[in-house]
Protein backbone atom coordinates (compact mmCIF):
# COMPACT_ATOMS: atom_id res chain seq x y z
CA UNK A 1 0.00 0.00 0.00
CA UNK A 2 1.10 3.33 -1.04
CA UNK A 3 0.60 6.00 1.90
CA UNK A 4 -0.25 9.33 1.04
CA UNK A 5 1.83 12.06 2.24
CA UNK A 6 0.43 14.20 5.31
CA UNK A 7 -0.73 17.71 4.93
CA UNK A 8 -1.44 17.39 1.23
CA UNK A 9 -4.28 17.68 -0.49
CA UNK A 10 -5.00 15.05 -3.47
CA UNK A 11 -6.84 15.15 -6.51
CA UNK A 12 -8.83 11.83 -7.35
CA UNK A 13 -11.44 9.77 -7.07
CA UNK A 14 -12.26 9.64 -3.19
CA UNK A 15 -12.47 5.77 -3.12
CA UNK A 16 -9.55 5.55 -5.07
CA UNK A 17 -7.66 7.37 -3.15
CA UNK A 18 -8.62 6.18 0.50
CA UNK A 19 -7.39 2.45 -0.90
CA UNK A 20 -3.74 3.76 -0.45
CA UNK A 21 -4.40 5.51 3.08
CA UNK A 22 -2.79 2.62 5.91
CA UNK A 23 -5.08 0.94 8.31
CA UNK A 24 -5.74 2.33 11.35
CA UNK A 25 -3.56 5.80 10.14
CA UNK A 26 -6.08 8.81 11.06
CA UNK A 27 -7.87 10.42 13.64
CA UNK A 28 -11.17 12.32 12.14
CA UNK A 29 -12.77 11.97 8.53
CA UNK A 30 -15.13 14.95 7.95
CA UNK A 31 -16.65 13.79 4.84
CA UNK A 32 -19.58 16.55 3.00
CA UNK A 33 -19.98 14.45 -0.34
CA UNK A 34 -22.28 15.27 -2.74
CA UNK A 35 -26.13 15.24 -0.79
CA UNK A 36 -28.45 14.14 -3.83
CA UNK A 37 -29.72 17.71 -4.06
CA UNK A 38 -30.10 16.42 -8.17
CA UNK A 39 -28.41 19.74 -8.88
CA UNK A 40 -25.38 20.76 -10.49
CA UNK A 41 -24.00 23.03 -7.94
CA UNK A 42 -22.71 26.27 -9.60
CA UNK A 43 -21.16 29.47 -8.45
CA UNK A 44 -18.67 32.26 -9.14
CA UNK A 45 -15.52 33.46 -7.04
CA UNK A 46 -15.22 37.74 -6.75
CA UNK A 47 -11.78 37.17 -6.47
CA UNK A 48 -10.54 35.41 -9.59
CA UNK A 49 -13.88 35.07 -11.73
CA UNK A 50 -13.82 31.37 -11.91
CA UNK A 51 -16.70 29.54 -11.92
CA UNK A 52 -16.44 26.49 -10.44
CA UNK A 53 -18.85 23.94 -10.04
CA UNK A 54 -19.77 20.49 -9.13
CA UNK A 55 -22.51 17.90 -10.04
CA UNK A 56 -24.69 15.97 -7.46
CA UNK A 57 -26.63 14.45 -9.75
CA UNK A 58 -27.21 10.70 -9.72
CA UNK A 59 -29.79 8.33 -11.51
CA UNK A 60 -31.11 6.98 -8.46
CA UNK A 61 -31.02 6.47 -4.90
CA UNK A 62 -29.92 3.11 -5.45
CA UNK A 63 -26.69 4.42 -7.40
CA UNK A 64 -26.17 7.58 -4.82
CA UNK A 65 -25.55 4.86 -1.54
CA UNK A 66 -23.57 2.54 -4.08
CA UNK A 67 -21.39 5.09 -4.49
CA UNK A 68 -21.07 6.49 -0.89
CA UNK A 69 -21.26 3.01 0.92
CA UNK A 70 -17.51 1.61 -0.37
CA UNK A 71 -16.46 5.04 0.94
CA UNK A 72 -17.30 4.50 4.05
CA UNK A 73 -16.13 1.46 4.57
CA UNK A 74 -12.91 2.48 3.41
CA UNK A 75 -13.16 5.17 6.31
CA UNK A 76 -13.73 2.62 9.01
CA UNK A 77 -10.46 0.92 7.58
CA UNK A 78 -7.96 3.99 7.96
CA UNK A 79 -9.34 5.57 11.23
CA UNK A 80 -7.37 5.05 14.36
CA UNK A 81 -9.39 2.66 16.95
CA UNK A 82 -10.44 5.56 18.81
CA UNK A 83 -11.16 7.48 15.61
CA UNK A 84 -14.66 9.05 14.46
CA UNK A 85 -16.33 10.08 11.33
CA UNK A 86 -18.42 13.02 10.83
CA UNK A 87 -20.53 12.87 7.90
CA UNK A 88 -22.54 16.10 6.30
CA UNK A 89 -25.33 15.54 4.54
CA UNK A 90 -29.26 17.16 4.73
CA UNK A 91 -32.99 15.90 4.22
CA UNK A 92 -32.04 14.63 0.93
CA UNK A 93 -30.93 11.61 1.55
CA UNK A 94 -29.85 11.75 5.75
CA UNK A 95 -32.41 9.12 6.48
CA UNK A 96 -30.99 6.76 4.15
CA UNK A 97 -27.19 7.92 5.02
CA UNK A 98 -28.10 6.72 8.38
CA UNK A 99 -28.45 3.34 7.83
CA UNK A 100 -25.90 2.93 5.59
CA UNK A 101 -23.54 4.36 8.54
CA UNK A 102 -25.34 1.94 11.23
CA UNK A 103 -24.62 -1.25 8.88
CA UNK A 104 -20.78 -0.15 8.46
CA UNK A 105 -20.24 1.48 11.95
CA UNK A 106 -22.60 -0.53 14.16
CA UNK A 107 -25.41 1.31 15.85
CA UNK A 108 -23.76 0.93 18.76
CA UNK A 109 -21.02 3.14 17.92
CA UNK A 110 -23.78 5.83 16.58
CA UNK A 111 -22.93 8.89 19.14
CA UNK A 112 -25.17 12.11 17.67
CA UNK A 113 -26.98 13.66 14.85
CA UNK A 114 -25.63 17.38 14.90
CA UNK A 115 -28.19 19.90 13.56
CA UNK A 116 -26.27 22.54 12.06
CA UNK A 117 -28.79 25.40 12.28
CA UNK A 118 -28.23 28.89 10.35
CA UNK A 119 -30.13 32.07 9.86
CA UNK A 120 -32.25 32.24 6.41
CA UNK A 121 -35.17 34.96 5.36
CA UNK A 122 -36.54 34.04 2.22
CA UNK A 123 -38.30 30.88 1.10
CA UNK A 124 -39.32 30.86 -2.23
CA UNK A 125 -41.34 26.89 -1.55
CA UNK A 126 -44.33 26.17 0.08
CA UNK A 127 -43.76 25.21 3.68
CA UNK A 128 -41.56 25.22 6.42
CA UNK A 129 -38.27 27.55 5.82
CA UNK A 130 -35.29 25.03 5.82
CA UNK A 131 -32.94 26.37 8.27
CA UNK A 132 -30.65 23.31 9.53
CA UNK A 133 -28.40 20.49 7.99
CA UNK A 134 -27.26 17.26 9.52
CA UNK A 135 -23.98 15.56 10.32
CA UNK A 136 -23.85 12.15 11.91
CA UNK A 137 -21.13 11.54 14.45
CA UNK A 138 -19.94 7.80 14.46
CA UNK A 139 -17.32 6.47 16.23
CA UNK A 140 -15.02 3.22 15.38
CA UNK A 141 -15.55 1.51 18.67
CA UNK A 142 -16.92 2.81 22.15
CA UNK A 143 -13.17 3.63 23.23
CA UNK A 144 -13.29 7.49 21.00
CA UNK A 145 -11.18 10.32 21.86
CA UNK A 146 -13.70 12.82 23.44
CA UNK A 147 -12.81 16.25 24.30
CA UNK A 148 -15.69 17.86 26.32
CA UNK A 149 -16.96 21.48 25.65
CA UNK A 150 -19.31 23.75 27.92
CA UNK A 151 -21.31 26.36 27.06
CA UNK A 152 -22.82 29.13 28.97
CA UNK A 153 -25.98 28.80 31.05
CA UNK A 154 -29.30 30.29 29.75
CA UNK A 155 -30.88 33.64 31.03
CA UNK A 156 -33.30 31.59 32.55
CA UNK A 157 -30.78 29.42 34.16
CA UNK A 158 -31.66 29.73 38.01
CA UNK A 159 -27.31 29.44 38.58
CA UNK A 160 -28.10 29.27 42.34
CA UNK A 161 -30.40 26.26 42.28
CA UNK A 162 -27.48 24.77 39.90
CA UNK A 163 -24.83 25.66 42.61
CA UNK A 164 -26.42 23.93 45.76
CA UNK A 165 -24.79 20.19 46.18
CA UNK A 166 -27.18 17.51 45.33
CA UNK A 167 -27.25 13.79 47.16
CA UNK A 168 -29.29 10.53 47.07
CA UNK A 169 -31.82 10.24 50.00
CA UNK A 170 -32.52 6.89 51.33
CA UNK A 171 -35.41 6.40 49.56
CA UNK A 172 -33.09 7.24 46.41
CA UNK A 173 -34.58 10.60 45.73
CA UNK A 174 -31.95 13.34 44.60
CA UNK A 175 -32.26 16.53 47.41
CA UNK A 176 -30.07 19.01 48.05
CA UNK A 177 -27.29 18.10 50.60
CA UNK A 178 -26.94 20.18 53.83
CA UNK A 179 -24.00 20.51 55.98
CA UNK A 180 -24.20 19.23 60.01
CA UNK A 181 -26.22 23.01 60.83
CA UNK A 182 -28.36 22.06 57.77
CA UNK A 183 -27.34 24.92 55.88
CA UNK A 184 -27.88 23.44 52.32
CA UNK A 185 -24.15 23.25 50.52
CA UNK A 186 -22.89 24.49 47.72
CA UNK A 187 -20.61 23.00 44.95
CA UNK A 188 -17.49 24.49 43.61
CA UNK A 189 -18.17 26.03 40.76
CA UNK A 190 -19.80 24.35 37.67
CA UNK A 191 -18.73 24.76 34.03
CA UNK A 192 -21.73 25.35 32.45
CA UNK A 193 -23.63 23.55 30.12
CA UNK A 194 -22.34 20.57 28.54
CA UNK A 195 -21.98 21.64 24.17
CA UNK A 196 -25.13 20.41 23.30
CA UNK A 197 -26.11 18.59 19.64
CA UNK A 198 -27.79 21.74 18.13
CA UNK A 199 -25.00 24.10 16.72
CA UNK A 200 -25.92 27.25 15.91
CA UNK A 201 -23.24 28.61 13.31
CA UNK A 202 -23.88 31.20 10.96
CA UNK A 203 -23.59 30.47 6.99
CA UNK A 204 -20.93 32.49 6.06
CA UNK A 205 -22.45 36.14 4.78
CA UNK A 206 -21.60 36.68 1.02
CA UNK A 207 -19.30 39.28 2.12
CA UNK A 208 -16.99 37.32 4.39
CA UNK A 209 -13.40 37.72 3.67
CA UNK A 210 -13.15 33.94 4.06
CA UNK A 211 -15.73 32.90 1.18
CA UNK A 212 -13.48 31.18 -1.96
CA UNK A 213 -16.76 31.34 -4.65
CA UNK A 214 -16.84 27.45 -3.84
CA UNK A 215 -20.56 26.12 -4.42
CA UNK A 216 -21.67 24.69 -0.91
CA UNK A 217 -18.67 25.98 0.93
CA UNK A 218 -18.82 25.60 4.50
CA UNK A 219 -18.03 27.65 7.40
CA UNK A 220 -13.87 26.65 9.42
CA UNK A 221 -15.75 27.60 12.41
CA UNK A 222 -17.94 24.88 11.86
CA UNK A 223 -15.62 22.23 11.11
CA UNK A 224 -13.18 23.55 13.71
CA UNK A 225 -16.01 22.70 16.41
CA UNK A 226 -15.88 19.17 15.26
CA UNK A 227 -12.09 19.00 15.08
CA UNK A 228 -11.97 19.57 18.43
CA UNK A 229 -14.27 17.80 20.25
CA UNK A 230 -12.52 14.50 18.86
CA UNK A 231 -8.83 15.56 18.46
CA UNK A 232 -5.53 16.68 19.57
CA UNK A 233 -2.71 18.38 18.31
CA UNK A 234 -0.70 16.72 16.03
CA UNK A 235 -3.59 14.29 14.91
CA UNK A 236 -4.98 13.51 11.61
CA UNK A 237 -7.88 14.68 10.06
CA UNK A 238 -8.84 13.91 6.73
CA UNK A 239 -11.46 14.48 4.13
CA UNK A 240 -12.34 12.56 0.79
CA UNK A 241 -14.72 15.38 -0.78
CA UNK A 242 -12.47 18.55 0.37
CA UNK A 243 -13.90 20.83 -2.07
CA UNK A 244 -12.47 24.34 -1.67
CA UNK A 245 -9.96 22.65 1.43
CA UNK A 246 -12.25 23.99 4.55
CA UNK A 247 -11.68 21.14 6.33
CA UNK A 248 -8.00 20.87 5.91
CA UNK A 249 -7.85 25.02 6.56
CA UNK A 250 -9.69 23.84 9.85
CA UNK A 251 -6.90 21.34 10.57
CA UNK A 252 -4.08 23.21 9.98
CA UNK A 253 -5.29 26.65 11.91
CA UNK A 254 -5.13 24.38 14.90
CA UNK A 255 -2.12 22.36 14.41
CA UNK A 256 -3.58 19.49 13.16
CA UNK A 257 -2.18 17.55 10.17
CA UNK A 258 -4.58 16.96 7.48
CA UNK A 259 -5.25 15.15 4.29
CA UNK A 260 -7.86 16.53 1.50
CA UNK A 261 -8.80 14.52 -1.38
CA UNK A 262 -11.03 16.16 -4.80
CA UNK A 263 -11.93 14.85 -7.82
CA UNK A 264 -11.62 18.30 -9.19
CA UNK A 265 -8.63 19.82 -10.19
CA UNK A 266 -10.12 23.43 -9.64
CA UNK A 267 -10.96 22.53 -5.95
CA UNK A 268 -7.35 20.91 -5.50
CA UNK A 269 -6.24 24.60 -6.58
CA UNK A 270 -8.33 26.11 -4.29
CA UNK A 271 -7.65 24.27 -1.55
CA UNK A 272 -3.60 24.75 -2.05
CA UNK A 273 -4.14 28.17 -2.35
CA UNK A 274 -6.95 28.91 0.70
CA UNK A 275 -3.86 26.53 2.79
CA UNK A 276 -1.43 29.51 1.83
CA UNK A 277 -3.43 32.32 2.73
CA UNK A 278 -5.36 31.17 5.75
CA UNK A 279 -8.24 33.21 6.02
CA UNK A 280 -10.80 32.32 8.33
CA UNK A 281 -14.00 35.20 9.06
CA UNK A 282 -14.28 35.85 12.67
CA UNK A 283 -18.12 35.44 12.99
CA UNK A 284 -19.58 38.26 15.35
CA UNK A 285 -22.62 35.88 16.73
CA UNK A 286 -19.99 33.31 18.12
CA UNK A 287 -17.98 35.90 19.24
CA UNK A 288 -19.84 38.17 20.83
CA UNK A 289 -23.23 36.17 20.70
CA UNK A 290 -26.82 37.02 19.28
CA UNK A 291 -27.97 39.46 22.43
CA UNK A 292 -25.31 41.86 21.07
CA UNK A 293 -27.16 42.52 18.25
CA UNK A 294 -29.95 43.66 20.09
CA UNK A 295 -29.55 47.48 19.89
CA UNK A 296 -32.89 48.88 21.37
CA UNK A 297 -33.31 50.22 24.82
CA UNK A 298 -35.89 49.00 27.36
CA UNK A 299 -37.94 52.59 26.39
CA UNK A 300 -37.59 51.84 22.32
CA UNK A 301 -38.47 48.45 23.14
CA UNK A 302 -41.50 48.95 25.52
CA UNK A 303 -42.86 52.05 23.04
CA UNK A 304 -42.26 49.15 19.64
CA UNK A 305 -44.10 46.45 21.86
CA UNK A 306 -47.12 48.72 22.84
CA UNK A 307 -47.60 49.77 18.99
CA UNK A 308 -47.28 46.01 18.44
CA UNK A 309 -44.51 47.10 15.88
CA UNK A 310 -41.25 44.51 14.56
CA UNK A 311 -38.21 45.86 16.09
CA UNK A 312 -36.10 46.68 13.47
CA UNK A 313 -31.79 46.43 14.94
CA UNK A 314 -28.86 47.65 12.87
CA UNK A 315 -30.63 50.49 11.11
CA UNK A 316 -29.67 53.95 12.16
CA UNK A 317 -33.32 55.24 10.23
CA UNK A 318 -35.83 52.43 11.04
CA UNK A 319 -36.90 51.64 14.61
CA UNK A 320 -39.27 48.65 13.62
CA UNK A 321 -42.48 48.45 11.06
CA UNK A 322 -46.02 48.62 12.13
CA UNK A 323 -48.56 46.68 10.40
CA UNK A 324 -51.24 47.93 8.86
CA UNK A 325 -53.75 45.95 6.43
CA UNK A 326 -51.14 44.43 3.86
CA UNK A 327 -48.31 47.06 4.53
CA UNK A 328 -45.32 48.01 6.49
CA UNK A 329 -45.51 51.14 8.12
CA UNK A 330 -41.58 52.17 9.23
CA UNK A 331 -41.43 54.05 12.46
CA UNK A 332 -38.26 55.50 14.01
CA UNK A 333 -38.08 56.76 17.40
CA UNK A 334 -36.57 60.02 18.34
CA UNK A 335 -33.33 59.33 20.22
CA UNK A 336 -32.43 61.42 23.35
CA UNK A 337 -29.24 62.53 22.02
CA UNK A 338 -30.96 63.32 18.14
CA UNK A 339 -32.24 66.79 17.40
CA UNK A 340 -35.69 66.59 15.51
CA UNK A 341 -34.53 67.71 12.30
CA UNK A 342 -31.34 64.63 12.48
CA UNK A 343 -34.12 62.43 13.16
CA UNK A 344 -36.19 63.26 10.47
CA UNK A 345 -33.29 63.17 7.65
CA UNK A 346 -32.67 59.70 9.35
CA UNK A 347 -36.16 58.21 8.66
CA UNK A 348 -35.77 60.20 5.29
CA UNK A 349 -32.46 58.31 4.30
CA UNK A 350 -33.62 55.13 5.77
CA UNK A 351 -36.91 55.66 3.48
CA UNK A 352 -35.02 56.99 -0.04
CA UNK A 353 -36.13 54.96 -3.01
CA UNK A 354 -38.80 52.57 -1.06
CA UNK A 355 -42.55 52.83 -1.45
CA UNK A 356 -44.27 53.60 1.61
CA UNK A 357 -47.67 54.96 2.60
CA UNK A 358 -46.89 56.70 5.78
CA UNK A 359 -43.54 57.09 7.81
CA UNK A 360 -44.37 58.06 11.48
CA UNK A 361 -41.63 59.48 13.29
CA UNK A 362 -42.21 59.78 17.59
CA UNK A 363 -40.85 62.39 18.99
CA UNK A 364 -39.64 62.37 22.14
CA UNK A 365 -37.86 66.37 22.89
CA UNK A 366 -37.57 69.43 20.98
CA UNK A 367 -33.69 69.60 20.04
CA UNK A 368 -33.46 71.43 17.00
CA UNK A 369 -30.73 72.25 14.45
CA UNK A 370 -29.54 76.06 14.44
CA UNK A 371 -31.04 76.49 11.44
CA UNK A 372 -33.89 78.85 11.57
CA UNK A 373 -36.26 76.69 8.87
CA UNK A 374 -37.46 73.17 9.55
CA UNK A 375 -37.14 70.87 6.72
CA UNK A 376 -40.06 70.41 4.47
CA UNK A 377 -40.93 66.80 5.19
CA UNK A 378 -43.80 64.14 4.31
CA UNK A 379 -42.83 62.16 7.46
CA UNK A 380 -45.72 62.45 10.14
CA UNK A 381 -44.63 63.61 13.08
CA UNK A 382 -46.49 61.96 16.67
CA UNK A 383 -45.40 63.80 19.90
CA UNK A 384 -44.49 61.34 23.09
CA UNK A 385 -47.03 61.39 25.41
CA UNK A 386 -44.27 62.83 27.60
CA UNK A 387 -43.54 65.88 25.40
CA UNK A 388 -47.43 66.10 24.57
CA UNK A 389 -48.21 66.60 28.77
CA UNK A 390 -44.83 69.03 29.27
CA UNK A 391 -46.14 71.70 26.37
CA UNK A 392 -49.32 71.05 28.16
CA UNK A 393 -47.97 72.24 31.26
CA UNK A 394 -46.06 75.10 29.82
CA UNK A 395 -49.21 76.83 29.06
CA UNK A 396 -50.88 76.93 32.53
C1 LIG B 1 -20.25 19.49 -1.05
S1 LIG B 1 -18.77 19.68 -1.90
C2 LIG B 1 -17.61 19.90 -0.61
C3 LIG B 1 -17.49 21.33 -0.17
C4 LIG B 1 -16.47 21.53 0.92
N1 LIG B 1 -16.89 20.99 2.19
C5 LIG B 1 -16.11 22.99 1.11
O1 LIG B 1 -16.28 23.56 2.23
O2 LIG B 1 -15.66 23.62 0.14
C6 LIG B 1 -18.49 18.07 -2.47
C7 LIG B 1 -17.21 17.85 -3.22
O3 LIG B 1 -17.11 16.46 -3.56
C8 LIG B 1 -16.33 16.36 -4.75
N2 LIG B 1 -16.55 15.00 -5.30
C9 LIG B 1 -17.68 14.49 -5.84
N3 LIG B 1 -17.48 13.20 -6.17
C10 LIG B 1 -16.23 12.88 -5.81
C11 LIG B 1 -15.44 11.69 -5.86
N4 LIG B 1 -15.92 10.57 -6.36
N5 LIG B 1 -14.20 11.74 -5.37
C12 LIG B 1 -13.68 12.88 -4.86
N6 LIG B 1 -14.35 14.04 -4.81
C13 LIG B 1 -15.62 14.04 -5.26
C14 LIG B 1 -16.84 17.50 -5.61
O4 LIG B 1 -15.90 17.87 -6.57
C15 LIG B 1 -17.07 18.59 -4.54
O5 LIG B 1 -15.95 19.42 -4.46
Not at 8 to 17: H, L, R
Not at 221 to 246: A, H, W, Y
Not at 301 to 321: E, H, M, T, W, Y
Request: proline residues 3%.
Amino acid sequence: MTTVDLNSVITGDACEVLKNIADSSVNLVYLDPPFFSQKEHELSSRSNGKTYSFNDKFSSKAEYISFISPILKEIRRILTNNGSIFLHCDRYASHYLRMELDEIFGENNFQSEIIWSYKRWSNSKKGLLNAHQNIYFYSKTKNFKFNQFYTDYSPSTNIDQILQERVRNSNGKSEYKKDSKGNIVLTSEKKGVPLSDVWEIPFLNPKAKERCGYPTQKPVKLIQRIIELVTNDGDVVLDPFCGSGTTCVAAKSLNRKFIGIDKNLDAIELSKKRLSEMIISESGVLSKGIDSYIEKNSFENNLLSLLNAIPVQRNKGIDGFIRNDNSLIPIKIQKNSETIDDAIASLENAVCGKDFPIKILIQTNEKHNTNLFEKETDIKIVKYVDLQIKNLLKVV
